[in-house]
């Protein structure tokens, strides 16, 4: 690797309190030439760890035994350049998944990830995606009292959106950077960039994956889905 590539290598510090699971993620990742695992550490050394490496991404445990991961996560979201934070998880209905997404989270992976698949979710986090599947995501909103109903009052807001804005949510909660975005509707990053920014205003949130999670309760990815198939 030459030195203009070796400056697009993500750095990555993976965060749980099992070793094989740590040396597992450290070994799949570092097989890609633009992927670094610059670190990796236990619960209570998590925080340090991120501060001295100031890694692009961090896979971080949900529930560790010395100090929980959403713990964790609010002590990196203090940080003046927070990095990317997804979260690690053995249940794809962890009780603790939906209020790490609502506290910043870009999203979580499982722990028995298909190893092809761990270096392409980790470029997404990476390019500004969001990495959230679909069918625990469905699972999380409905094994939460009041967040399943279709048009409550938060997802109607939906409503809000232009028909632009709502073809750029769709891709947001389908995992898309901005780049990719424009790329698949053909506008430049700067243009699908205001997108965003419009829409987490209007949906009044924070993050690309809250307003994934509220496309979702709206009932917008369905009815994109179902307009795909009609085609």
């Known amino acids: 690797m030459n030195e203009g590539e070796a400056e697009h290598v993500i750095r990555v510090v993976v965060v ?26 236990s619960g209570g050394d998590a925080a340090d760890t ?26 990196l979201r203090t940080m003046p350049d927070p990095p990317v934070v997804a ?5 794809d209905a962890d009780e603790y998944i939906l209020t790490a997404l609502h506290s910043g989270a870009a999203g979580f992976l499982l722990k028995d990830t298909e190893p ?31 967040t399943e109903t279709p048009l409550d009052e938060d997802a109607a ?13 769709v891709l947001v909660a389908e995992g898309l950077s901005n780049a990719d975005i424009g790329a698949r509707i053909h506008l430049g990053a700067g243009t699908v960039k205001d997108h965003v920014s419009a829409i987490l205003t209007k949906l009044r949130v924070s993050s690309r994956v809250q307003a994934a999670l509220l496309a979702q309760r709206a009932g917008l990815l369905d009815e994109h889905r179902r307009s795909e198939a009609d085609r």
Do not use: N
């Not at 560790?64 to 713990?71: A, I, K, Q």
């Not at 979260?87 to 249940?91: G, R, S």
């Open 16 to 41: 749980d309190d099992e070793a094989l699971v740590r040396s597992g993620f450290e070994l799949i990742l570092g097989a890609s030439e633009d992927i670094e695992v610059v670190a990796t550490a």
């Open 116 to 146: 092809d698949q761990l270096a392409h979710l980790v470029r997404t986090l990476a390019a500004g995606g969001v990495v959230l599947s679909p069918k625990a995501s469905r699972s999380l909103l409905h094994s939460h009292p009041g």
């Open 157 to 169: 807001r939906v409503r809000l959106l232009t028909a632009r804005e709502r073809d750029v949510l």
């Open 50 to 75: 991120v501060r001295r490496e100031r890694p692009d991404v961090v896979l971080l445990d949900i529930r560790m035994p010395d100090v929980d991961g959403l713990t964790v996560l609010r002590q």
């Open 87 to 91: 979260m690690l998880t053995t249940f």
